[in-house]
């Protein structure tokens, strides 16, 4: 068991999974929430009967607010390495 404190333990995991694993799977980070946002841009602009722009910095931070909104059922660690993760890419797309 690691002796760092929760906190360090939960960013070196969103770390080794935004930077190996998950990429591997998905493609480049940016070029992923990008698809996805093209893809919400077009179902919120057909469900508003107006134009919303949805960029790759967005998906991120949703994602984010989705790991939040799932944490509120219980602790499950993913959805804190994943918001950190999402966070970081959020980041990372506003570059």
């Known amino acids: 068991m690691s002796s760092d404190p929760k906190r360090i333990q939960i960013l070196k995991r969103a770390a080794e999974v935004t930077g190996g694993e ?3 799977s998905y493609g480049p980070v940016k070029d992923n929430l990008t698809n996805i946002a093209d893809l919400w841009q077009v ?3 057909q469900r508003n009967n107006s ?3 949805v960029e790759a910095e967005d998906v ?3 994602m984010t607010m989705l790991k939040a909104a799932r944490s509120m059922a219980g602790y499950h660690e993913d959805n804190y390495v994943d ?3 999402y966070a970081a890419i959020a980041g990372e797309c506003a570059e």
Do not use: E, F, H, P
Request: proline share 0%; net charge positive; charged share 20%.
């Open 22 to 24: 998950r990429q591997d």
């Open 43 to 45: 179902y919120l602009t």
């Open 51 to 53: 134009l919303v722009k």
């Open 60 to 62: 991120a931070w949703m």
């Open 83 to 85: 918001a950190a993760a």
